[in-house]
């Protein structure tokens, strides 16, 4: 790896900044000059106004499922440079298992996040919920619609993830129409500088969507304002200092904090050793304190076990971490590296002499390393504390040594478990072992209100469990109090952070050509041809098949009955309605949509390819005997899908509102129904 100066990439050019007054970085392992850093003040108002001006406007004018394709593009291509991420990693103090957790599971957010398009429709904007009817003669109502900010995200992350900690954010505000500007932590910046040149050079993302800046940053706040939005990743203490940043504050300026906390690991009270759930707990504690060598947020810092277990544990932990072996990564069956740099190290001892004050040491990794160009600068084993007074400490719940370094702790009761875990006044997650789901239920319901996430370990899933330290692109990922107050990820609620809400009120009709989605009431035009016969480009929202009308008899009914298996005695039994809502025999919710598609469905080869399945059906008003019904059926919403490969057809998903309504005007049943729908002049 070169050892000049990182350059920035900003306005839509890489600028290497001067060299004179830049600060080395180290090699974690053989603490060589990897690369500088430089110290330079940027013009961030510029780069901020590019943001805004450039990126933001390129992936505004995207659909939410053309920007879902394009992270899958860029994942894709990322892969097929891993090695050279990994290569790059080392300096790190990474294992390779440590960097998969970082390069690959990074590049993992992009394949969710692209795979999220799904849930949204085919607009560069996203509806938020269903229409509001807020009128009696339904004229009038409103739709809640999510607009992307025309701002910037603006991502100032910590050391411990150089890839993960970038592309876990930008996954999300990429797929919410927003462009990004990343300042990635100076410790490990020259990873994330490798990353960002190779989705720079990809081409696949619109021209201001990525801006990197590798170096100090500190008046870069003063130039955000109420189109942008703030994350921060890092300690609660600098955390605290952003947040309240008087322009923040003065725009209004979200901003989403993950801090690092102290999180819990509790073994159930019927847990013994023997049982899976005890070697699980042993094995995720010691997971916990060696993988990234303790240096994540997410590690557990507080182990709590049932007082009678505190010998048991620790005997079986000591052993299970005895067996760590240290040292360079790149030599065969080193499982465990450095810290990021000897400062942190010096930063980790410093908080476990204060933790020592009130804990016992009861074991200290001994400094073996294994390789011959490794220095000791960085290497710190596990450390592992005894306090067996919870209840009355302090230092346990409140500092955190950020490195291999976690306290063992008693409980007397499961309630007293919980509260030893509020006591870390907030935390990002906590897991439980026990294959009690009653011990579990009661956990949970205790415990949930200071973790953003619960891990429930025992036997039955264990082999696909992802473990305490792992957040999910599709789960939230914060948690309230000291760990932040944020939520980041969290699928589709993660998108919603970096859109705005509005309130739209006014006609149905006005509301269908706004949210380009059919809301009830709109304007129904008739469709010539019919609607079966038209292409996926023909199709036009609003517009309307009525069939003609059907009436209803007894002998449906119990055909029905008999074809279906279905004898409820509301369909077949008239002596047995007395203290029920109906009036007399009442016919099939299901045969009323089957009936809906026998009136609805032009039975000519067409367009339409197959049926893909019925949304929210609902039986609104019972049908008897003797009612006559007709079908509304009208085009809701559509949405284009990809081409699996070359010789794929181009094709679409059409939502159908089904609206089967009886000789008074009145709904019987609605339904959305979902077919696949191809474009002109392709063949089957």
Same mark, same amino acid.
């Given at each position: ?9 900003i ?16 090699h ?15 013009d ?5 106004? =590019? ?5 933001n ?6 659909t ?9 593009? +860029?994942?894709?291509?990322? +892969? ?35 795979s ?5 429709g ?6 938020d919920?269903?229409y ?7 004229t009038?109502g ?11 995200a ?6 411990n ?8 954010k930008v996954?999300v505000?990429?797929?919410?129409g927003?462009?990004?500007?990343v300042?990635?932590?100076?410790a ?6 490798v ?13 201001g969507?990525?801006?990197?800046i590798?170096g ?13 939005v ?18 923040l504050?003065?725009?209004a ?8 906390? +102290? ?25 916990e304190m060696?993988?990234?060598? $303790?240096?994540?947020?997410?590690a ?6 049932p007082?009678?277990?505190m ?9 299970a ?13 080193v499982r465990?590296?450095?810290l ?6 010096q ?14 040491s ?25 306090n067996?007074?919870p209840?009355?400490a302090?230092?346990c719940?409140e ?7 976690a ?10 478990a919980?509260?030893?875990?509020k006591?870390?006044?907030g935390?990002l ?13 009661a ?12 891990l ?5 899933c264990?082999k ?7 957040p ?19 699928g589709?609620r993660?998108?919603?952070? =970096? ?8 006609s ?13 009431g709109?304007?129904q035009?008739?469709a010539q041809p ?5 292409h996926?480009e ?9 069939t003609?009308?059907?009436t ?13 298996g ?12 007395? $203290? ?6 009442v016919a099939?919710?299901? =045969? ?20 893909? $399945? ?6 609104t008003?019972?049908v =008897? ?12 919403d ?21 609206d ?25």
């Amino acid at each position: 790896m070169s050892t000049s100066t990182i350059a920035h990439y900003i306005n839509g050019a890489w600028h290497s900044p001067s060299a004179s007054d830049a600060t080395p970085i180290l090699h974690a392992i053989n603490g060589k000059v990897v690369a500088h850093v430089g110290n330079e003040a940027l013009d961030f108002e510029s780069i901020l106004t =590019y943001g805004r001006t450039v990126g933001n406007t390129n992936l505004r004018r995207l659909t939410f499922q053309q920007r879902g394709l394009m992270l899958k593009r +860029l994942a894709l291509h990322l +892969l097929k440079h891993k090695e050279a991420f990994y290569e790059a990693s080392w300096a790190t103090g990474a294992t390779r298992s440590d960097a998969w957790i970082d390069i690959e599971g990074g590049i993992g957010n992009l394949f969710s996040y692209a795979s999220l398009r799904r849930q949204f429709g085919d607009q560069p904007f996203a509806l938020d919920g269903d229409y509001i009817p807020l009128g009696k003669q339904g004229t009038f109502g409103a739709q809640h619609i999510l607009t992307p900010k025309e701002g910037v995200a603006v991502h100032v992350n910590a050391y411990n993830f150089p890839v993960w900690g970038m592309l876990e954010k930008v996954a999300v505000n990429w797929l919410a129409g927003m462009p990004a500007v990343v300042k990635p932590a100076s410790a490990t910046s020259y990873l994330t500088s490798v990353v960002a040149q190779e989705i720079i050079q990809s081409g696949i993302l619109p021209e201001g969507a990525l801006q990197l800046i590798c170096g100090p940053a500190r008046t870069l706040l003063g130039h955000v304002d109420e189109r942008d939005v703030v994350t921060f990743t890092g300690s609660a203490s600098t955390g605290l200092k952003l947040r309240s940043h008087p322009n923040l504050l003065a725009h209004a300026v979200p901003f989403n904090m993950e801090a690092d906390s +102290l999180n819990s690991a509790v073994l159930g009270e019927h847990v013994v050793p023997g049982d899976p759930e005890f070697e699980l707990f042993i094995k995720e504690v010691r997971k916990e304190m060696t993988v990234k060598s $303790g240096q994540k947020c997410t590690a557990v810092r507080r182990v709590f076990v049932p007082s009678g277990q505190m010998d048991n544990v620790q005997e079986a932990l000591t052993q299970a971490l005895s067996k760590a072996i240290m040292g360079d990564p790149q030599e065969e069956g080193v499982r465990m590296g450095a810290l990021v740099h000897k400062e942190q190290k010096q930063d980790v001892l410093a908080r476990l002499d204060v933790l020592k004050s009130e804990a016992e040491s009861v074991y200290a990794h001994s400094l073996e390393l294994v390789g011959d160009e490794v220095v000791e600068d960085a290497f710190l084993g596990p450390q592992l504390l005894r306090n067996d007074n919870p209840l009355n400490a302090q230092h346990c719940h409140e500092v955190e040594a950020f490195g291999p370094v976690a306290t063992l702790m008693p409980y007397n009761s499961l309630e007293e478990a919980i509260g030893l875990t509020k006591m870390g006044k907030g935390s990002l997650c906590c897991s439980l072992v026990s294959h009690n789901a009653e011990e579990a239920r009661a956990f949970v319901a205790g415990a949930a209100t200071m973790h953003g996430r619960i891990l429930v370990l025992d036997r039955a899933c264990a082999k696909e469990s992802t473990g305490h330290g792992s957040p999910l692109p599709l789960l939230t990922h914060g948690g309230p109090g000291r760990a932040g107050g944020g939520e980041e990820m969290g699928g589709v609620r993660g998108v919603h952070h =970096y859109m705005q809400r509005t309130a739209v009120q006014g006609s149905p009709t006005a509301l269908t050509a706004i949210a380009q989605k059919y809301q009830p009431g709109g304007q129904q035009t008739e469709a010539q041809p019919h609607l079966f016969q038209q292409h996926f480009e023909d199709l036009v929202i609003g517009h309307t098949v009525t069939t003609a009308k059907h009436t209803v008899t007894e002998a449906d009914i119990v055909n029905f009955a008999n074809v279906s298996g279905d004898h409820f005695y509301a369909h077949v039994d008239e002596t047995s309605l007395d $203290g029920t809502i109906f009036e007399g025999r009442v016919a099939h919710g299901y =045969y009323l949509l089957s009936k809906a598609a026998g009136l609805f469905v032009d039975a000519k080869k067409g367009p339409v390819l197959l049926n893909y $399945g019925v949304e929210q059906a609902r039986f609104t008003k019972p049908v =008897y005997p003797g009612t006559t019904v007709g079908v509304r059926l009208t085009v809701e919403d559509k949405i284009e899908q990809e081409k699996r490969n070359a010789e794929d057809i181009r094709k679409g998903i059409v939502k159908f509102r089904v609206d089967m309504y009886d000789q008074t005007g009145e709904s019987v049943a609605v339904a959305t129904i979902l077919t696949m729908v191809k474009f002109r002049d392709q063949q089957v």
